[in-house]
């Protein structure tokens, strides 16, 4: 009876969304609905089976909705105010401006997801920036966070699909991060901008800020790694206590209730009026996803994937690249063909380790997320800089998504001997 409830309010909810989308998202997410009922009920499902998968991304769909609330200590302590302050100190300088960006990005995305980029444009949109310097910071500073936090759907779904836990993976998504940022830096190192006059202030109270940020950032992390070893709850789950129980002990503490109250209004006013499109997609794309599983399509996918494994591994990535990103440019979300395809690879008998596996599903997901001008992260850098996303992600960017996916190719082959 329980689990009878549980889908018809997340029916309830996709209702409740889908009246609020525009009508290029109705189109899209309402195909989505619509075809996975018929796909059941062809294969012969009925009553509530025709729903099945409606529930299966409603965790990760919960720490997106969630997310927001952990940046509440950050914001009454002024500590996200006062590093935009350095950003607007900056501003004379245009080098300086690029990296105080990036790594502001790069601070905010593993905690904040895509919601960073809008807070740090928010605040350096009036600043002198060229757009494809602008574009390059947003990229250079997001897309690592993409392979290893556990706040972001890529990592979310594809360790929960593999079995995975967060702390056996978060070695190997942090390590190719690093990578991924080593190879920005020597990709942007002659970056040639005016230098103009830079203001002075004090470098002391600047790192502490820095260093309040990345302790905060740090904590979390561990606590989450501590929590997973002793509980064994799945990482969505304790993503989702802390989103909660974070803000809420910080203000129980504070005992200042106008700011939770006004935290709390802007919160579900968030919710309400902006996350629509997040809750269409996120409970279309489980049932559509789930009722692929069961069709002949599948059957042909697997057959491609096991012989492209036959002849090496670096042809297997090969292959999950194309496919994702093929799909993700007739707008098929990841959060469909992902799960699909690493659910081939683990059970169809393809010689290639789970932790392989794994990241070459998260840094795929990345990829065709940042090249698809019909995905999320490239229409939101490519507005930011008023610029189309093709000319962003391959004109401008180029460069550096050959580079990390060359070297990406040479990490899967390393994971894959090893393991």
Known sequence: ??????????????????????????????????????????????????????????????????????????????????????????????????????????????????????????FISDLNIHPKILSNAYYNGFTPAVLWSPFFASVGIVLVTADLSFQAYLPIGLFFAIIQVIISLLLLRKLKVKKLQVMEHDNSKKYLKYMSFMIYVLLILFALVILESLTG?????????????????????????????????AYMHQVKNHSSMEVALFLSAGLFGNA????????????????????????????????????????????????????????SGVEVSVYAAAFMCIFTWMLSASISPLNALNIIISSCVRTNGIKVAYQWNGKYFIAITVVAMFYVYMLDFIS
């Open 233 to 265: 709850w799945s990482m969505l789950l304790l993503v989702s206590i802390l989103c909660i129980a974070i803000p809420a002990v910080y203000q129980l503490f504070r005992f200042d209730r106008h700011s939770l109250k006004s935290e709390a209004t």
């Open 292 to 347: 692929l599983l069961h069709t002949p399509i599948v059957d042909g996918l697997r057959h491609v994937i096991l012989w492209s494994s036959e002849q090496s591994i670096l042809w297997l990535f090969l292959f999950v690249i194309l496919f994702v990103t093929l799909l993700a440019m007739f707008g098929i979300h990841q959060i469909v063909s992902v799960p699909i395809v690493l659910t081939i690879i683990l059970t």
């Open 1 to 122: 009876m329980m689990t009878s409830v549980y889908v018809l309010v997340c029916v309830l909810v996709y209702l409740m969304a889908y009246m609020k989308l525009t009508l290029k998202a109705k189109i899209f997410t309402g195909a989505l609905f619509v075809l996975g009922i018929i796909i059941h009920y062809i294969y012969g499902n009925s009553g509530l089976m025709l729903l099945n998968g409606i529930t299966q991304n409603l965790a990760l769909l919960s720490i997106i909705l969630l997310a927001p609330l952990i940046s509440i200590p950050l914001k009454q302590e002024g500590i996200i105010k006062r590093l935009v302050e350095d950003l607007e100190h900056m501003k004379n300088d245009l080098k300086r401006s690029f990296y105080g960006v990036t790594f502001f990005v790069f601070l905010l995305s593993p905690i904040l997801n895509m919601g960073s980029l809008r807070i740090v444009h928010s």
